[in-house]
């Protein structure tokens, strides 16, 4: 548990600010923040996404991606921002 701690949409959206056209990957869970109003345009690679988390990103044009979709769309790994 402690080596796979959860994030919220709203430390993903903070820490992804500036890196427009990156994928954010975390070994982890995307969990949903209510205090979180409009969620930017995300491309996020996670363990797993809560449903609400998931069904906000993909409202606001972003993409949920496995680490087997990442695994094809960037096998090296350039393009990412791991958090």
Do not use: H, W
């Amino acid at each position: 548990k402690t080596n796979k701690p959860p994030m919220s949409l709203s430390k993903l959206a903070k820490f992804m600010e500036g890196k427009d056209g990156k994928i954010a990957v975390l070994v982890g869970t995307i969990t949903d923040d209510v205090r979180l109003y409009d969620v930017p345009k995300l491309r996020v690679c996670a363990l797993r996404f809560t449903q609400t988390a998931r069904a906000r990103i993909i409202k606001a044009g972003g993409e949920c991606l496995t680490f087997d979709q990442l695994a094809l769309i960037a096998p090296t790994g350039a393009g990412t921002v791991l958090l």
